[in-house]
């Protein structure tokens, strides 16, 4: 079974507005750890933001925020304002030091595509 | 004062050779890694380091050789490069090998075999 899904193979958005990506996940656990990364066209991998299990409160970083919902396994990624920059595949990954070896595992990605 | 840096950032190939991509990390971390990602973008873990000691070694072919001569450098040797290894590399880090510690990744290394 996938561990990370991610449901959105594109999405697009045009520039100021705002964007949800989704990520669900699969696990047993209740203590684990978070990530959206992104993948720009340069290749590199960025970390957007993270979110610790335990903790209720969604992280936030600038334009970047989550919607987790522990009980319903979802991890969704906000863009706010969304800018041209922002044009990347986004990964979902999920970790945890009690299953799948403590290993980060990734979703399958999201193209995120941005208009002028 | 890259981070985390991998080269050579190309490689083209034959097959049947022997390759080498070499990493380093400057951030004084104890863990390192390498992530294969496919043509369809989709990354797995393949080698972790924990303070030169390897901690996960995934169902990779044993022509796939990781060797950390130090905490600050992961090495990746490929034997007998055939045409499925084509596909980009990444080399990350992480402070420690637990799961609240993100990783840091290189800028990858994109391999084709022909």
């Known amino acids: 079974a996938q561990t990370v899904t991610q449901s959105q193979p594109e999405m697009s958005v045009q520039e100021a507005e705002t964007v949800t990506l989704s990520c669900t996940y699969d696990?047993?656990?209740?203590?684990?750890?978070l990530f959206w990364y992104k993948q720009p066209p340069s290749r590199q991998m960025i970390l957007v933001i993270r979110q610790e299990a335990y903790k209720q409160q969604n992280a936030t970083e600038n334009r970047f925020s989550v919607n987790f919902q522990k009980a319903a396994k979802s991890f969704s990624l906000k863009i706010s304002d969304s800018q041209l920059g922002d044009a990347a595949m986004y990964f979902c990954a999920y970790r945890s030091d009690m299953e799948y070896g403590n290993k980060l595992v990734f979703g399958a990605g999201t193209i995120l595509r941005v208009k002028s | 004062d890259t981070a985390v840096s991998q080269t050579p950032k190309y490689l083209v190939t034959q097959m049947g050779n022997d390759k080498s991509i070499k990493c380093e990390q400057n951030?004084?971390?104890?863990?390192m890694y390498w992530y294969k990602q496919d043509s369809k973008k989709f990354l797995k873990i393949m080698f972790s380091y924990n303070n030169k000691e390897l901690i996960i070694n995934e169902t990779v072919p044993n022509r796939f050789s990781p060797k950390s001569p130090d905490k600050a450098h992961l090495n990746l040797h490929i034997n007998s490069l055939e045409l499925g290894d084509s596909a980009v590399y990444f080399c990350?880090?992480?402070?420690?090998?637990?799961?609240?510690?993100?990783?840091?990744f290189g800028n990858g290394t994109r391999l084709t075999v022909t």
């Open positions: 951030l004084g971390h104890d863990t």
């Open positions: 696990t047993s656990e209740s203590d684990y750890y």
């Open positions: 990350a880090s992480s402070q420690v090998f637990l799961g609240n510690s993100p990783l840091h």
